[in-house]
């Protein structure tokens, strides 16, 4: 910063604590009935603040190469929820039918190979035998 920005910079803040003083002064000569209405009105203009930042986007527009988010109010319609509600339940359901799929195809599997030993001519038992294993091995 530059000597001359830094002095009016200085300048505001002087400025700035001077009304400061002024408004606090004078703020002893105000009836309480006034001081009242002013706290009231203080307090709803921050409950209204706090409304408008919890405002969430319900919808995001696209236009060329930007999107832009749009606000409304707390009144949706019933569609407006339903199709918010509609991927979630795709998703679900998608999930769901890829565990029974998967399920399906491993049970089909094992019986494969259930069926497979039971109509093989080894019994079963020669299976779990170690020396059957290592005749495999050998290739004999």
Request: hydrophobic share 45%; charged share 20%; no cysteine.
């Amino acid at each position: 910063m530059t000597t001359t920005q830094l002095t009016q910079s200085q300048l505001q803040d002087q400025f700035g604590r001077r009304v400061a003083a002024r408004l606090a002064a004078g703020t002893a000569e105000i009836p309480y009935n006034l001081t009242e209405r002013l706290r009231a009105a203080r307090v709803q203009a921050l409950a209204r603040r706090k409304q408008a930042q919890l405002r969430t986007a319900s919808s995001v527009v696209a236009s060329g190469g930007s999107a832009a988010m749009t606000f409304h109010g707390d009144g949706q319609s019933l569609w407006n929820r339903i199709a918010s509600a509609l991927p979630l339940i795709a998703l679900a359901a998608g999930l769901i039918l890829i565990h029974t799929v998967e399920n399906d195809r491993r049970a089909s599997e094992v019986a494969e190979v259930d069926a497979a030993l039971l109509t093989d001519d080894l019994p079963p038992s020669a299976y779990a035998d170690p020396g059957f294993a290592q005749f495999l091995k050998s290739g004999d």
